[in-house]
């Protein structure tokens, strides 16, 4: 595909649908007065971090999102004696000092 020259200008003017073109391979070189001073060029995929690789793929549709984890209600407590706890952990540490 070859380069698109556009000025700044009319770059400011037309943003949004030359981000489009970028977006669907294109590149633009922006000039001013005629001079070539920059260019806009869609980025390597590869060079994307993991997790926009993975959106990107599943707006795609190559890929499913991973379904959202279900969260389990946590069970009430098993009801104990007053103290019984305590007592417990004091005996376990008396027969840790022996």
Do not use: C, W, Y
């Not at 949004?16 to 007065?33: A, C, F, P, Q, Y």
């Not at 926009?52 to 890929?63: F, M």
């Not at 009430?76 to 022996?98: H, M």
Request: charged fraction near 30%.
């Amino acid at each position: 595909m070859q380069p698109i020259t556009v000025g700044v200008r009319d770059a400011k003017i037309n943003l949004s649908k030359l981000l489009k073109m970028v977006r669907n391979g294109s590149e633009i070189i922006l000039t001013d007065r005629g001079q070539p001073i920059g260019k806009i060029v869609p980025i390597n995929t590869e060079s994307l971090p993991l997790n926009a690789r993975i959106k990107r793929l599943e707006e795609q549709g190559a890929i499913e999102p991973r379904p959202r984890k279900v969260h389990k209600k946590i069970p009430s407590p098993i009801p104990v004696l007053d103290g019984i706890a305590q007592r417990f952990l004091q005996e376990d540490r008396e027969d840790a000092k022996t």
